[in-house]
C-alpha cells in the first residue's frame, strides 16, 4: 500500500527525522490558510499523487508571494499529470503539501527496500539524488552503492557511519546523514515497508542533512499489525480494478495484454502468463482467486477482468484442492450467464472431481473451449483471438 508524501512525512517526523514543515491542502482556500500557518510565502507547492517525477510534470511550484502561491495553487490543483511513473496515463492531483523552501547545495539519494534476489533488505545511497536518479542508474551506477542488512539484528550504527564516510562525507554532515539511515531502517523494520524512499535528501546552506521528500510503501502482507495507517489509503489513486478485486480477496494487476487470466495461487498464475507469452500472446492481468474460490469470487473475477476493453479472451486455469471442480466449474457456468460473456473462453481444470466439472462445462450450453494441460490451454487461448 503506497501513501502521500505528507503522509510520509507525519510518520518520519515520529521518528525525529528533520522534515520541512508543510501541511496538506484540497483548495485553493486551504492552501493559503497553511500558507498563514506556516507564517510566510516562502514556500514550495507539490502536487500529492503515487509517483515520482512531479516537478517535471509541473507537480511542484515554488513561490515566493501570496499571488504567486495562489496561482499555483490553482495550476496544480485539478492537474492531470503525467510522469515517467503513471504507467502512460495520467493522474488528477487533489490534494497539495504546502511546505517550507529549503535552500540547499547538494542532493542526495537514500532508500531502503528488499533485494529480491539476496532475500533481504538493503540501504540505497547516492551522492547524486534528485530529479535525475533513474539517468544516473542507468548511465553512471558506480555512483549508486548498496548496502545489506540484517532484518532482525537491523543495521548498526557503524555501518551506516561506514556507508556515508566512503562517499566522501565526514564531519557533522557525516553524522547526521548516518543517524539518518539507521533510524529509517527501524521505520523499515518496525513498520513492515517494502520501501522507504528519501530523494532527495539535501544539504542546506548551514551544513543539515532535510528530508526534503519522502515516500513510504508498506507490505500489505504486513498491514495487519498497523491498522492504524489503513485510514491512509487513497483508493483514488489506485486502479479501480485492484480496488474492487481487494473488496473479494482477489489479487490483481492489470497488464497491458487481450488475454485475461483467472487463476488459482499465485505460483500457478504466474505460469500461466508465462506460457501466454511463449504462445506468442500477452496476459492482460495478473487475478488469483485463491485456493478457496467461491462463485462469488468467480463472477466478481469475471466482471473485473472484462472491465478492461482490451480483453479479447479469458483464460480460466484452476486447480480444484481445497475447493472441488465441479463446484468450481458450477461457478464458472454461472458466471459466465450473469456477465453475458461475448468474447472466447478457455477453461482448464485439474484436480478434485475433475471429470465432474467437466461434465457440467460440457453441457452447460456454453461455448467453451476446454483444455487438458496448461500449454495446450494457452495456445488455445492465443489461437482464439483470431478466430
Known amino acids: 500500500m503506497k501513501i502521500h508524501e505528507y503522509q510520509a512525512k507525519e510518520i ?3 521518528y525525529n527525522l ?3 514543515r508543510g501541511i496538506m491542502a484540497e483548495s485553493v482556500d486551504q492552501v493559503l490558510e497553511a500558507a498563514k500557518k506556516i507564517g510566510h510565502f516562502n514556500l514550495v507547492v507539490k502536487a500529492q499523487v503515487h509517483a515520482g517525477g512531479r516537478g517535471k510534470g509541473g507537480g511542484v511550484k515554488l513561490v515566493a508571494t501570496e499571488q504567486e502561491l495562489k496561482d499555483a495553487a490553482k495550476s496544480i490543483l ?3 499529470l503525467k510522469t515517467a511513473q503513471t504507467a502512460g496515463g495520467s493522474v488528477t492531483v487533489r490534494k ?3 511546505a517550507e523552501k529549503v535552500n540547499f547545495s547538494k542532493e542526495l539519494y537514500l532508500g531502503i527496500t528488499i533485494d529480491r534476489e539476496k532475500g533481504l533488505p538493503c540501504v540505497i545511497f547516492s551522492s547524486s539524488g534528485g530529479v535525475e536518479i533513474e539517468e544516473l542508474a542507468r548511465k553512471s551506477p558506480e555512483k549508486i552503492v548498496t548496502l545489506h542488512f540484517d532484518p532482525v539484528a537491523g543495521l548498526p550504527a557503524f555501518r551506516a557511519r561506514e556507508l556515508v564516510f566512503s562517499q566522501g562525507f565526514t564531519g ?3 553524522n547526521q546523514l548516518a543517524q539518518i539511515t539507521e533510524r529509517l531502517t527501524k521505520v523499515f523494520i518496525q513498520l513492515d515497508a517494502s520501501l522507504v524512499e528519501i530523494n532527495p535528501l539535501v544539504i542546506d546552506s548551514a551544513g543539515k542533512a532535510i528530508l526534503l521528500d519522502a515516500k513510504i510503501s508498506f507490505d500489505d502482507n504486513g498491514l495487519f499489525r498497523h491498522p492504524e495507517f489503513l485510514s491512509m489509503r487513497d483508493e483514488k489513486e489506485e486502479d479501480a480494478r485492484e480496488v474492487e478485486a481487494s473488496k473479494f480477496g482477489l489479487s490483481y494487476v492489470g497488464l497491458d495484454g487481450n488475454i485475461g487470466c483467472m487463476v488459482n495461487g499465485a505460483g500457478l498464475a504466474m505460469a500461466t502468463m508465462d506460457l501466454i ?11 488469483d482467486v485463491g485456493g478457496s474460490a467461491t462463485a462469488e469470487k468467480v463472477t466478481a473475477a469475471f466482471k473485473i477482468i472484462l472491465r478492461d476493453s482490451k480483453v479479447r479472451a479469458v483464460l480460466v486455469n484452476i486447480f480444484g484442492g481445497i475447493m472441488k471442480c465441479d463446484v468450481i466449474a458450477q461457478g464458472i457456468i454461472d458466471a459466465v450467464r450473469e456477465v453475458k460473456l461475448a468474447i472466447p473462453l478457455v477453461v482448464r481444470l485439474e484436480g478434485t472431481n475433475v471429470e465432474k466439472g467437466k461434465e457440467l462445462l460440457k453441457h452447460s450450453g456454453i461455448a467453451i473451449i476446454t483444455a487438458n494441460e496448461l500449454k495446450d490451454a494457452a495456445e488455445k487461448a492465443v489461437a482464439a483471438l483470431s478466430s
Open 18 to 20: 528533520p522534515i520541512p
Open 12 to 14: 518520519l517526523a515520529k
Open 96 to 98: 497539495v503539501l504546502v
Open 172 to 174: 557533522d554532515t557525516a
Open 78 to 80: 485539478g492537474l492531470s
Open 277 to 287: 507469452k511463449f504462445a506468442g500472446g500477452e496476459p492482460a492481468n495478473f487475478l
